[in-house]
């Protein structure tokens, strides 16, 4: 879900998630916990995450009011990372959450230095999917999934 002024992607953040972007971390989500994937989009990443055997909350409300699950495993819209960072801080819940690579030198990830993030580097780039149809080789940007209190094996995991 991603808001960027480039050729490929408008000013709009309703970039969904594709399925493999989970499937690509699957071995590194309990699953024995609730999962709250805390931004709903068009509904299909909740789909996603209950099609790979997750219990998972997946509604239409206000993630910035509400706390709902165990972890947070979601794809929030790129254009309010500092207010979606600033909202997991306060929470201090688990969390894996999709994110362009360049966020962790903003000062609102650097506020994070006291608490332990994790990265996981994804093999290739994650290709979002806009108006039901993936941008296949479209997307000009990396993406991590930053992870705090999931109890990776290392701090930094690249997907083969």
């Given at each position: 879900?991603?808001?960027?002024?480039?050729?490929?992607?408008?000013?709009?953040?309703?970039?969904?998630?594709?399925?493999?972007?989970?499937?690509?971390?699957?071995?590194?989500?309990?699953?024995?916990?609730?999962?709250?994937?805390?931004?709903?989009?068009?509904?299909?990443?909740?789909?996603?995450?209950?099609?790979?055997?997750?219990?998972?909350?997946?509604?239409?409300?206000?993630?910035?009011?509400?706390?709902?699950?165990?972890?947070?495993v979601?794809?929030?819209?790129?254009?309010?990372?500092?207010?979606?960072?600033?909202?997991?801080?306060?929470?201090?819940?688990?969390?894996?959450?999709?994110f362009?690579?360049?966020?962790?030198?903003?000062?609102?990830?650097?506020?994070?230095?006291?608490?332990?993030?994790?990265?996981?580097?994804?093999?290739k780039?994650?290709?979002?999917i806009?108006?039901?149809?993936?941008?296949?080789?479209?997307c000009?940007?990396?993406?991590?999934?930053?992870?705090y209190?999931?109890?990776?094996?290392?701090?930094?995991?690249?997907?083969?």
């Open positions: 879900m991603a808001g960027f002024h480039t050729k490929s992607f408008s000013s709009h953040d309703d970039y969904m998630t594709p399925k493999y972007a989970w499937e690509n971390i699957k071995q590194f989500i309990p699953s024995d916990k609730i999962i709250w994937e805390s931004f709903y989009g068009d509904g299909t990443s909740g789909t996603h995450l209950r099609d790979l055997g997750f219990n998972t909350i997946h509604e239409d409300i206000d993630f910035f009011v509400e706390n709902k699950g165990d972890i947070i979601s794809n929030p819209p790129f254009s309010i990372s500092k207010e979606v960072m600033d909202r997991l801080y306060d929470l201090d819940k688990p969390f894996i959450i999709i362009p690579q360049s966020k962790i030198n903003t000062s609102y990830f650097r506020k994070w230095k006291n608490k332990k993030l994790q990265i996981i580097v994804p093999r780039r994650i290709q979002f806009k108006n039901g149809n993936e941008l296949n080789n479209k000009n940007f990396d993406c991590f999934y930053y992870c209190k999931m109890n990776l094996p290392s701090d930094i995991i690249w997907l083969e």
